[in-house]
């Protein structure tokens, strides 16, 4: 059973930073393509950032520069650094994966910037 669980979320100011978690059970982050997705309030889900087991990186075009995804293989972990946060970077964070075309996601953590 694959299992994606979050954390790390939290209220703070604009301009400041927090890390994200995304805990793996049932499968090996280092395998899989991971991504992070976001909802923001009112707002359909969007995909924020991708590491691909090769080590591919990408990013939204609006949060380039200020995240940084990697992951931990020992802790088989991903995360998800955010830096310089803005009001509009609020919502709700998920870890997404897709494994023999079936989609996993975790439960969320909310995030929430204030201005």
């Known amino acids: 059973q694959v299992q994606l669980v979050e954390s790390g979320g939290g209220l703070v100011q604009a301009g400041e930073s927090l890390r994200l978690s995304c805990a793996a059970s049932g499968t090996s982050v280092s395998d899989n393509t991971m991504n992070w997705y976001r909802q923001g309030p009112g707002k359909q889900r969007e995909w924020v950032a991708i590491?691909?087991?090769?080590?591919?990186?990408n990013y939204r075009g609006s949060v380039k520069g200020r995240f940084t995804i990697s992951r931990d293989n020992t802790k088989n972990t991903v995360y998800l650094q955010m830096n310089s946060l803005k009001p509009e970077d609020t919502a709700v964070y998920y870890c997404y994966t897709e494994i023999n075309s079936r989609q996993y996601w975790g439960q969320g953590t909310q995030v929430t910037v204030s201005s």
């Open positions: 590491i691909t087991s090769s080590s591919y990186i």
